[in-house]
Structures are given as C-alpha cells and as structure tokens.
C-alpha cells in the first residue's frame, strides 16, 4: 500500500493495520517517531503474535533530519548455564536467551523524552495494546496459516494451547483471541516501567514459569538482560552513505552485498535484466558466506563492532573481491525466522524504525507460566560448530538475522528500510535498495517488484536460487542457463519476506507496505 506525500506530512508504516492506525494516532496528536513505534509495537506483540511479543528481541535504527543515526540493539544473552549444543530449534530448550524486545521500548522511549523532548507518558503508548489483549485481537490469515503449519510442533509446548487454542483448535481467521493473561503482564509494564519484566515480581513470575517449563533461564539472566546504545556500522553507496546494525546483527553482510554490488554491477543505475540479477545473487552469496565466518558477539571476541567486520566492509577489500565476482557460491543454511519492521516519521523530521522478532514463527513455543509471554527460540541461531564465533557459550549474544538499515545523502535522511525474512532478509532489502536508490523507482514500485532468494525459505529448505514467477521465463532460463539452481514459485510469494519502505523526499513522506503481506502504510 502507498500513502502520498504531501509536504510536511508525518507517516507510518507497519506489518498490520491496527498497529498502523496506532501508530497514525500518536503522530497525529504530535508524538514523536519513537513514541508511535513503541505504541505500535506493542500492538504487534499482540496482534500478530507469531512474528514478535514481549519474549522476543529487538533492534531500532533512531534517525535525525540529517541522517545521523542511533542504534538500540536488545539482543538477550544466553543463559548462565545454558546447557550444551545442539541447541534444539523448538520447545524449552531453544529458549536459553533472555529477551530484550521491552528494554529496547524502554531506553528508545527514554531517548526520545531526553534527547527528542517529547513527552507522551509511557503508560499511555502500552494502554492501548493491553486493552487490546483483554479484548482479543482478530486472528490474521498469516497467524492462522503458520499456527496451522506448525500445530504438531507446537502444541505440546508448555503452555501454548491454554493461550493460543483455547477452544483445542486452531483460531479462524477474523475470530477474536483473547490474551488475559498477556494484557496483566503489559498493565504492569505499562505501571511500573520496561525494566519490571527483568527485575522484580513480574520478572521472577516470568522465571519461575520459565523453570517450570525446562528452560535454562532464571531471574538473573533477566535481570542481566539489557539494550544497548550503539553507532552504526556505515558504508559509502552511490554517493551516500548506508547505516546498518553492529554486531551480532547481520548488518554487515547487507553492507558487503551493496558494496560488492555497486563495484561488480553494470554502471550507476543497473537494469533490472537478467546479468543484473546474477551479479546480486552472487553477492549475496559471498556476503552470506563471510557473514557465517566472521560475524558474532563482539563481547565474545573483544573486539569492537567496526574491528569485528573491517575485513567485510574495507573498500580495498570489496575492490578485490568485486573483481571476483565469477561463479555461484552456495548460500548459508539458516533456518527460517519470523519479524515484523516497522518506521515511522514525525513532525520535527525525526524518523525512526523498529524491528521486533521470536525468530522462528512462534518462537519456541513455551509461554512463560501464567503471564502469558510466548518466549523466542534465538537460542537456535547459535552455531552448531563448537569452535565458530558464534557457537553458544553463557551470556553470549548469538548471531541475529534482524537487519534494519537507513540511506543518507546530501545531509539529510533518504531512505529507512527493512524486512520479515529471517536468513532472506539482506537480500530482499538488498533489492529493494538497489530499486530504490540506483533506479529511483517509488517505494510501492519497489516493494511490488518480483524477488529471488538465494538458500532455505521458510517452506524449502533446498540450496536453490527462487525466482517469483513474475520474473518472466526470458530471465529464469537465462539466470539456469549461468549455473544458478533455479526454483520457480509463484509471484508474491510470502518467502521472499514481508518488507517496508518510509522514503524521505523534498515532498515529503512515502510510506509503503509489502503486497505480499497485510500491512498498511498512513499519513497523520
């Protein structure tokens, strides 16, 4: 969906409709960019539970005029004691990070009342959520659909069908799904402030339910749970500059794709053809491929964030590499996770977006006792190679898939982007970058656009090159005829992620939402 611009606007995009009209309501009564984030959110968290929720994690790119940009990463550690690999990707096991989705709302909320002077209570941003928690939110057709993909796997998970199969079946689509027991736990947050659910009575409620169900997690690896202020990695690109999340992000395996892809592509503005598409996916491939050996927590290695990936990102290094471009590189295994993006623009110019994730749809499936928190399975995004940079040891953060990134140029903000698509995610926002800046198409053009994607999908498994079908035959069989395993699936395939575009222009805001999922975009 697009929104137009009409100078001066504020604007807003996000994974589903009542979150956006959320977020419309804070901008229209003058909140600020983060305070119609932490708004919506938290919405999200209730209404499309699958993808993200307070058990989750999270990262913010905090955005001014100028493009200058502020990280808040909430990446939970790993337990104390987290037990030994193989991590299992389901059930309590998998559950052995601690969560930071909430202390990210909290300190992002805080910049904005410091730094943004605004001054909307934070109570008020989380009211409505609960109350939607206590009414119950309609299901979607997404939650419906993977609910019904993942019953097997999920059902017997401590406490998952109380909440989410209150009947003993799967919800319909439109049915309302109440959340009691989730709607107290945000009243007390909303209450008594983002850190009651690391330290204090809701938090050792949490860990309690947590032991209960056999995860390793207790009240201290709560409450040792914290967001973190951080610079962004940054990159020049077609005469601006990219923004990207440090470390443990894959930020800078987008980064490398854009930069290997600005040196190996053909000129400034690279047609959408066939030999474009090949120079991309193997890109993407080498950029997967050094992501896996190098990428990691930093705390893990001493290094700092910009040290850990200089080899990734140094010009001299993606000039060589550029040149190396040649033939097809199998991409990474990583399994399929679950997001949501979401950004927002404010009077003053301020932007801001937000990604919030369980990694997998559902997560690990465990509820934590009787507050309703559906936990992540991040724990399974650690390395099952014992001597990798990201292999599971206590208290580390392990490798995270959420890449949200911010274009800046000629002294101001350009371009705020993200994606759904857990190990897809570089590359779609890859695509749509290059749509973006190298051709100046509009972000629903963009967003509307036929995607590939290189390795697993959430369905497949299978190391092939998927192309939507929209492609055309011509492209398909020339991208086979280069050595590329191709797979064909339908156009608008929900793979290929569920992406967002708030682009910045003289104008004004355009705000746009993928087709390929339920999401809106508004003007306030």
């Not at 995009?13 to 009564?29: I, K, Y």
């Not at 401590?158 to 049915?175: L, N, Q």
Request: glycine share 12%.
């Amino acid at each position: 969906m697009m929104v137009p611009d009409p100078a001066g606007a504020t604007a807003a995009t996000t994974p589903h409709p009542l979150a956006t009209e959320q977020a419309r309501a804070v901008l229209a009564d003058d909140g600020s960019a983060i305070e119609a984030l932490v708004a919506a959110g938290a919405v999200l968290a209730v209404a499309y539970p699958h993808m993200c929720g307070l058990g989750g994690d999270a990262v913010w790119l905090v955005t001014e005029p100028d493009g200058a940009t502020t990280v808040i990463t909430g990446f939970g550690q790993a337990a104390a004691d987290p037990g030994v690999p193989p991590v299992p990707l389901r059930g309590p096991g998998s559950a052995l990070t601690a969560a930071g989705a909430v202390d990210s709302w909290w300190q992002a909320h805080a910049h904005s009342r410091t730094h943004w002077r605004s001054t909307r209570p934070w109570a008020a941003l989380l009211g409505p959520a609960a109350a939607l928690a206590r009414e119950g939110a309609p299901v979607t057709a997404s939650q419906h659909y993977w609910h019904t993909q993942r019953r097997d796997l999920l059902r017997t998970q401590p406490g998952f069908g109380a909440v989410f199969e209150p009947d003993g079946r799967v919800p319909d689509p439109g049915m309302p799904l109440p959340q009691p027991a989730l709607a107290e736990t945000l009243d007390i947050i909303a209450r008594d402030g983002g850190r009651a659910f690391y330290e204090g009575p809701l938090a050792d409620r949490i860990a309690d339910g947590l032991g209960a169900a056999g995860v390793p997690l207790t009240a201290a690896d709560l409450a040792g749970c914290r967001a973190r202020i951080e610079q962004p990695l940054a990159m020049a690109y077609r005469g601006g500059t990219l923004l990207a999340a440090p470390p443990p992000s894959q930020g800078a395996a987008l980064l490398q794709i854009m930069g290997l892809f600005e040196r190996a592509a053909d000129g400034p503005a690279p047609p959408e053809r066939a030999g474009t598409l090949h120079v991309l996916a193997r890109c993407v491939a080498h950029a997967l491929a050094d992501r896996d050996r190098v990428v990691a927590d930093p705390d893990a290695t001493g290094s700092s964030p910009p040290d850990m990936v200089a080899t990734m990102l140094d010009a001299r290094v993606l000039d060589r590499r550029a040149a190396d471009i040649g033939g097809f590189a199998p991409a990474a295994r990583m399994p399929q996770a679950d997001t949501v993006w979401l950004a927002a623009t404010d009077r003053t110019g301020r932007s801001a977006c937000l990604m919030q994730s369980l990694y997998f749809d559902f997560g690990s499936g465990v509820i934590a006792g009787d507050t309703g928190v559906l936990w992540h399975n991040r724990g399974a995004a650690f390395s099952a190679d014992t001597d990798a940079p990201n292999a599971l040891r206590p208290g580390r953060r392990p490798l995270h898939t959420l890449t949200p990134v911010a274009y800046r140029r000629d002294g101001r903000l350009q371009l705020l982007a993200g994606t759904q698509g857990g190990n897809g995610q570089a590359q779609t926002v890859a695509q749509l970058l290059w749509r973006v800046i190298d051709l100046g198409l509009a972000p629903s053009v963009a967003l509307a656009r036929p995607r590939f994607l290189l390795g697993p999908g959430f369905e497949d498994s299978r190391q092939t090159l998927k192309l939507e079908a929209d492609f055309g035959e011509a492209v398909i069989a020339e991208l086979e005829r280069r050595g590329h395993p191709v797979e064909t699936v339908p156009a608008r395939n929900r793979m290929m992620g569920e992406a967002g575009l708030l682009q910045l222009t003289g104008a004004g805001p355009r705000a746009a939402h993928d087709p390929r999922g339920p999401g809106t975009a508004a003007l306030a």
